[in-house]
C-alpha cells in the first residue's frame, strides 16, 4: 500500500516541484523539493514542520544529531533550529523528490482541545524526531498534493486535510512532539519564544539570563531543557546562527570577509574564518566560491 502511495506521490512532485512556485502560492506552508543530482551541504534555520522524502534520500544534521531516511522516511522539526541539510541520494533517472507541511500551533491546538485522546502534554524530548510514515499518513499526505490539479479546492479541502495530517501525526510514535506544539504554556512554546528572541539579536553578546526570562525559566531549568530539546547549549546555537548568517552575506555578493564576520558578532576576524571553517568545511570565501561553482555546474 504505501508503494502504490508513494509512486503516486512521486508523479506529483514530477510535476509540480520543477523550478515551479505555484505550489507555495497555491497551499501556504506546503514547500516541494527535487534534485536530479547529490547536493552540497545546506544550511538554514528551520521552523516547524513535517518533511517527507518520496523518492532519494537525504541527511539533516542538528548538533552532532544525525537523521538519515529515504522514501516513506519523514521528519519532524518542533521549534526553530539551525539545521545542516544535504540531499545523499538522487539522479536524472530518479531524483530526490521530497515536501514539508509548516506545522501551525493554532491547527494542533484546535485538535488538542476537541479530542481527550491527545489531551496529555506530551514529553519533554528533542525537538527533531524521524520515523517512517504509515498508510494513512500518506494517504492524506497524497490527497494534500493532488488540491495542487484542483486549485478550486483548495480553499474548502485544504484546511480538512491539513487538520487530518496532524491527527494522524498526533497519534504517531511522535504525537508527544507534536502536542508540546500545540500547548502554549508548554515547556517547548516558551523555548521557542526563547529561541526566537536568540534570532533577533544573534549579534549582540550573548545573555542567556536574558533568554531564560523570555521563556519563564530559572537559569538551571533554562539551560537544561535548551539542550534536552537543540542538542547544544545556548553558546553553540547562536554561533550557528551568526554562521549561517554570515553565508548568506557572503552568498549573495559582499566580499569583505572581515566586515561580515563583525557584522554578525565576531571581533576577531581570524576567529571567525576558523569557526567559518570548521562548520562549512572551507575558509569563507573557499565555501563561497565552491558553492556558487555547484549552483552553476547545476543550472
Same mark, same amino acid.
Given at each position: 500500500?504505501?508503494?502504490?502511495?508513494?509512486?503516486?506521490?512521486?508523479?506529483?512532485?514530477? /510535476?509540480?516541484?520543477?523550478?515551479?512556485?505555484? #505550489?507555495?502560492? +497555491?497551499?501556504? *506552508? $506546503?514547500? =516541494? !523539493?527535487?534534485?536530479?543530482?547529490p547536493?552540497?551541504?545546506?544550511?538554514?534555520?528551520?521552523?516547524?514542520?513535517?518533511?517527507?522524502?518520496?523518492?532519494?534520500?537525504?541527511?539533516?544534521?542538528?548538533?552532532?544529531?544525525?537523521?538519515?531516511y529515504?522514501?516513506?522516511?519523514?521528519?519532524?522539526?518542533?521549534?526553530?533550529?539551525?539545521?545542516?541539510? /544535504?540531499?545523499?541520494?538522487?539522479?536524472?533517472? #530518479?531524483?530526490? +523528490?521530497?515536501f *514539508? $507541511?509548516? =506545522? !501551525?500551533?493554532?491547527?494542533?491546538?484546535?485538535?488538542?482541545?476537541?479530542?481527550?485522546?491527545?489531551?496529555?502534554?506530551?514529553?519533554?524530548?528533542?525537538?527533531?524526531?524521524?520515523?517512517?510514515?504509515?498508510?494513512?499518513?500518506l494517504?492524506?499526505?497524497?490527497?494534500?498534493?493532488?488540491l495542487?490539479?484542483?486549485?478550486?479546492?483548495?480553499?474548502?479541502?485544504?484546511?480538512?486535510?491539513e487538520?487530518?495530517?496532524?491527527?494522524?501525526?498526533? *497519534?504517531?510514535?511522535?504525537?508527544?512532539?507534536?502536542?508540546?506544539?500545540?500547548?502554549?504554556?508548554?515547556?517547548?512554546?516558551?523555548?521557542?519564544?526563547?529561541?526566537?528572541?536568540?534570532?533577533?539579536?544573534?549579534?549582540?553578546?550573548?545573555?542567556?539570563?536574558?533568554?531564560?526570562?523570555?521563556?519563564?525559566?530559572?537559569?538551571?531549568?533554562?539551560?537544561?531543557?535548551?539542550?534536552?530539546?537543540?542538542?547544544?547549549?545556548?553558546?553553540?546555537?547562536q554561533?550557528?546562527?551568526?554562521?549561517?548568517?554570515?553565508?548568506?552575506?557572503?552568498m549573495a555578493?559582499?566580499?569583505?570577509?572581515?566586515?561580515?564576520?563583525?557584522?554578525?558578532?565576531?571581533?576577531?576576524?581570524?576567529?571567525?574564518?576558523?569557526?567559518?571553517a570548521?562548520?562549512?568545511?572551507?575558509?569563507?570565501?573557499?565555501?563561497?566560491?565552491?558553492v556558487?561553482?555547484?549552483?552553476?555546474?547545476?543550472?
Open positions: 500500500m504505501n508503494a502504490s502511495y508513494l509512486e503516486q506521490l512521486r508523479a506529483l512532485l514530477t /510535476r509540480h516541484a520543477q523550478g515551479d512556485k505555484s #505550489a507555495d502560492t +497555491l497551499l501556504g *506552508g $506546503l514547500s =516541494l !523539493r527535487m534534485n536530479s543530482v547536493g552540497e551541504p545546506v544550511a538554514s534555520v528551520c521552523e516547524p514542520v513535517f518533511a517527507v522524502v518520496v523518492q532519494g534520500a537525504k541527511r539533516t544534521v542538528v548538533a552532532d544529531r544525525v537523521f538519515e529515504g522514501a516513506g522516511g519523514y521528519l519532524v522539526i518542533s521549534v526553530d533550529l539551525p539545521v545542516i541539510c /544535504r540531499v545523499t541520494e538522487a539522479s536524472e533517472q #530518479a531524483p530526490f +523528490l521530497g *514539508g $507541511l509548516t =506545522l !501551525r500551533p493554532s491547527v494542533i491546538a484546535s485538535l488538542i482541545l476537541e479530542s481527550a485522546e491527545h489531551a496529555g502534554r506530551g514529553g519533554d524530548g528533542p525537538g527533531v524526531v524521524a520515523g517512517q510514515a504509515a498508510a494513512d499518513l494517504e492524506s499526505s497524497l490527497r494534500l498534493l493532488r495542487l490539479d484542483r486549485p478550486g479546492d483548495i480553499p474548502v479541502l485544504r484546511p480538512m486535510i487538520r487530518e495530517i496532524v491527527w494522524r501525526l498526533l *497519534g504517531s510514535p511522535q504525537g508527544a512532539l507534536i502536542r508540546q506544539i500545540g500547548l502554549m504554556d508548554s515547556q517547548l512554546s516558551r523555548l521557542n519564544r526563547a529561541l526566537g528572541y536568540l534570532r533577533q539579536h544573534f549579534a549582540e553578546a550573548l545573555c542567556v539570563k536574558d533568554m531564560a526570562d523570555q521563556a519563564a525559566m530559572s537559569l538551571s531549568s533554562f539551560h537544561r531543557h535548551f539542550r534536552a530539546v537543540t542538542a547544544m547549549s545556548p553558546l553553540q546555537y554561533k550557528q546562527i551568526r554562521l549561517q548568517e554570515a553565508r548568506a552575506l557572503l555578493g559582499t566580499d569583505d570577509v572581515a566586515s561580515v564576520g563583525l557584522s554578525v558578532g565576531y571581533e576577531s576576524p581570524s576567529q571567525f574564518s576558523r569557526e567559518y570548521r562548520m562549512f568545511g572551507a575558509p569563507p570565501a573557499r565555501d563561497v566560491a565552491r556558487r561553482a555547484a549552483v552553476l555546474s547545476n543550472a
